[in-house]
């Protein structure tokens, strides 16, 4: 990348922030996702606000179907209708709400400002276009970088996502590629318009630990460099802990927690939160420790228990968590919760 | 009681032959999963079993059930060989040694009842004897893992994903075994149930006096049940050790490095930690391994002799073992090379 480009201040606030009341790149209020199947209605998302800063790293993490995939998708409109329907919500991006776009509109925002990076990466390359091919699409439509250009810019990006020879990789197919390599040629493609917002799904869950690392280092970088936001999604807290400014904590399609990152690990106030931690394994554990899992199981999103959805496995709960279903408020500052109880260190 | 291991496989190998191409139809080459694997379990004991995908575990896991051809090697039971046994013979060997598998989706059959899933070794290996008795056994099996006894009518599919793996763990338990294989068994599953199914398998160890072999590739996963550790690189054990001593001091570059890239759930411990570097560069094919030492192309350590020569897995310290050459003593030859260079 051009240092001109890299050395630019982190986010300069677009023309159009009058809209934005706290000055965040990306505001997300009240937004609502379901499914429909037959009569059933599983709340995907289930009424969140939340909001990225420039620059800034936010973790969303949850157990498994706990809509947070799902929150990334709605962002971008790529939630498959039917059976599933964005039902409620803004999301303001640098003062523009999405969700009111026209899709020209919204194609000039995804891939281009917004660029996604998705769990599995073989669904989101293109089997019969070359590695080349791919990345100078967004760069040709978007950005209207030169002809002449484009070679330099694609090995330029390879040689940031640490291709080794890029020059002898640039004509090859995706399926010549290992995992690890087909993940950075996708985050090659989700930065070659250098995106104000990353959303990153899961970007390494299906790798090994050694190239997780290689490939998380380097988003971190990376947006460091380019002064991005980024959305990281993951259930894995230690990837979190390493990376994330701010953590959003999801529990069936709600938002149950949300601070900054040692917010949450220190003093987590939530009870799934508290959970969660405790039943992570850990490398720095005592020989043998046990751990202290959550017990019960997830709930069905299409029928919700009654109050706090996380009552059942709750031990905490008292007579008001079966009947009430508890905001999410300010606990201390910017760090909010949603729970009726007081849970102490 | 004796001193010898329950199980002791000795340079255990597994070749699977690669089909040809078109053009060279004889040419095809042999994936080297398992290439040279000695260890030993003893009663009681949960050996894990680590390593970066497509090391060889599973394929270590599925020789010592004798469900994969053996290429090479020994394997015995109770002093006993088993290598070779067939048919008839292998009967005691199933029910002797159960497996649980990582995917708790697709391990089992969709048609039948959770009654019958877990009940056929009951019937397979002729464990009870009377409809009252089979059903009551498998009753007993499934509060022992923690499901209710009114669930055993409903089939897989009405399950999540943690109580399938607690099928999965009583059909194991079923045949009442000494061995279990455990590949990945909670790999697939949240973190918050994982917990659940650790805890589980340490309690029925705890019960049943049952010995593990404990495959993942999350080492954090591992500390929380494992009383040894054996690291797996490419077909090879590139070191073993007692958990504590692995976790503390482990030996091997590798084993540095595979520490170094796993995180902690902790962000002041995270923000102390660095990366090992050495980790950069991608995993090589077992099917054209690197000659050497098998780790040399990504290690930081290498040295000349790394690329030309395989290390061989001995002792550091009681019990620890690494396989690399930065742990050999020198030989005779490389000392009076070093001696005449000094000089
Ligand atoms: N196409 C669909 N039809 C019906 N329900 C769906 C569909 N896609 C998602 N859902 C439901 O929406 C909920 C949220 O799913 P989502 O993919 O956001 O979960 P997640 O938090 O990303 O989980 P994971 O960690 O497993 O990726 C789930 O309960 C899921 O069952
Ligand atoms: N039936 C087979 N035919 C050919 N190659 C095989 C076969 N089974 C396994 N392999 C190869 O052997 C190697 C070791 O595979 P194995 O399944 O034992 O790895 P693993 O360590 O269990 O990996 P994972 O963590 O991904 O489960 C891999 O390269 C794999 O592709
Ligand atoms: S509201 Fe009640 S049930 Fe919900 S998390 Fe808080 S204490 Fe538990
Ligand atoms: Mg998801
Ligand atoms: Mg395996």
């Given at each position: 990348m051009k240092d001109?480009?890299?050395?630019?201040?982190?986010?300069t606030p677009g023309e159009t922030m009058q809209k934005d009341p706290v000055g965040g790149l990306l505001q997300v209020e009240h937004l609502r996702t379901v499914f429909r199947q037959g009569r059933r209605e599983v709340k995907a998302v289930d009424g969140i606000s939340f909001s990225v800063n420039p620059g800034e790293t936010?973790?969303?993490?949850?157990?498994?179907?706990?809509?947070?995939?799902?929150?990334?998708?709605?962002?971008?409109?790529?939630?498959?209708?039917?059976?599933?329907?964005?039902?409620?919500?803004?999301?303001?991006?640098?003062?523009?709400?999405?969700?009111?776009?026209?899709e020209d509109e919204l194609r000039d925002v995804r891939g281009n400002e917004i660029a996604m990076i998705f769990q599995e990466p073989m669904t989101s390359l293109n089997p019969v276009l070359?590695?080349?091919?791919?990345?100078?699409?967004?760069?040709?439509?978007?950005?209207?970088?030169?002809?002449?250009d484009i070679e330099a810019r694609c090995l330029d990006l390879l040689r940031q996502v640490r291709i080794p020879d890029p020059e002898t990789r640039l004509d090859a197919y995706p399926h010549q590629f290992s995992g690890g390599m087909r993940q950075r040629v996708m985050i090659a493609m989700a930065l070659a318009c250098e995106?104000?917002?990353?959303?990153?799904?899961?970007?390494?869950?299906?790798?090994?630990?050694?190239?997780?690392?290689?490939?998380?280092?380097?988003?971190?970088d990376l947006t460091r460099q380019h002064g991005s936001s980024m959305i990281l999604i993951t259930h894995d807290l230690g990837v979190v802990a390493r990376y994330a400014d701010r953590i959003n904590v999801m529990y069936a399609g709600r938002i149950v927690e949300s601070g900054t990152a040692r917010e949450i690990f220190e003093q987590p106030r939530h009870p799934y939160t508290l959970g969660l931690i405790n039943s992570m394994p850990r490398l720095d554990a005592s020989e043998k420790a046990r751990l202290l899992p959550i017990e019960g199981q997830p709930p069905d999103l299409g029928n919700l228990p009654t109050g706090c959805a996380f009552h059942?496995?709750?031990?905490?709960?008292?007579d008001q968590c079966r009947q009430q279903d508890p905001p999410l408020e300010p606990y201390q500052g910017h760090h909010l919760k949603a729970c009726w109880v007081n849970v102490d260190d | 009681m004796t001193d010898t291991p329950l199980l002791e496989v000795r340079n255990l190998k597994v070749h699977f032959k690669l089909p040809g191409s078109l053009l060279r139809p004889r040419s095809g080459g042999s994936?080297?999963?398992?290439?040279?694997?000695?260890?030993?379990?003893?009663?009681?004991?949960?050996l894990g079993l680590v390593g970066e995908s497509g090391c060889g575990k599973s394929t270590t896991g599925m020789a010592v059930l004798r469900m994969t051809p053996v290429t090479d090697g020994e394997i015995h039971i109770d002093g006993e060989d088993i290598t070779h046994l067939k048919g008839?013979?292998?009967?005691?060997?199933?029910r002797r040694m159960q497996m649980i598998y990582q995917d708790p989706f697709g391990a089992l059959d969709p048609r039948m009842r959770v009654l019958d899933i877990i009940g056929e070794p009951l019937k397979v290996h002729k464990l009870v004897t009377g409809r009252k008795a089979y059903r009551q056994e498998v009753l007993r099996l499934m509060e022992l893992v923690g499901l209710l006894p009114d669930m055993c009518e409903r089939y897989p599919h009405e399950f999540s994903g943690g109580q399938r793996q607690r099928i999965g763990i009583a059909r194991a338990l079923a045949a009442q075994p000494d061995v279990i294989i455990c590949d990945e068994p909670v790999s697939a599953l949240d973190v918050s149930i994982q917990a659940q199914i650790i805890n589980l398998l340490k309690d029925l160890q705890e019960e049943l006096g049952l010995t593990y072999l404990f495959v993942a590739h999350d080492l954090a996963v591992v500390r929380h049940i494992c009383d040894r550790v054996m690291v797996m690189y490419l077909g090879h054990v590139v070191e073993v050790a007692d958990s504590e001593a692995l976790y503390t001091n482990p030996q091997h570059p590798y084993t540095q490095a595979l520490m170094s890239a796993i995180p902690i759930p902790d962000p002041r411990a995270e923000s102390r930690r660095e990366v090992d570097p050495s980790i950069e560069?991608?995993?090589?094919?077992?099917?054209?391994?690197?000659?050497?030492?098998?780790?040399?192309?990504?290690?930081?350590?290498?040295?000349?002799?790394?690329?030309?020569?395989?290390?061989?897995?001995?002792?550091?310290?009681?019990?620890?073992?690494?396989s690399c050459h930065l742990y050999e003593p020198e030989t005779e030859a490389e000392s009076l090379v070093r001696v005449a260079s000094i000089a």
């Open positions: 001109a480009v890299a050395n630019q201040p982190a986010n936010l973790a969303i993490v949850g157990e498994s179907g706990s809509g947070k995939s799902m929150t990334a998708m709605s962002l971008l409109r790529l939630i498959p209708s039917p059976p599933g329907e964005i039902i409620d919500g803004d999301v303001f991006f640098g003062g523009r709400n999405l969700l009111d776009m026209s070359t590695v080349r091919q791919q990345l100078a699409e967004p760069m040709r439509v978007h950005r209207k970088v030169k002809e002449e995106p104000r917002l990353l959303i990153a799904d899961e970007p390494t869950t299906a790798l090994d630990v050694t190239v997780q690392a290689q490939i998380l280092e380097l988003l971190k059942p496995r709750c031990p905490f709960a008292v | 994936v080297k999963a398992v290439d040279g694997v000695s260890f030993h379990l003893k009663r009681g004991e949960t008839r013979a292998l009967r005691p060997l199933r560069g991608e995993v090589p094919s077992p099917v054209n391994p690197p000659s050497g030492c098998p780790f040399h192309p990504r290690c930081k350590h290498a040295t000349e002799v790394c690329s030309r020569v395989a290390p061989t897995l001995r002792e550091t310290t009681d019990g620890h073992a690494v």
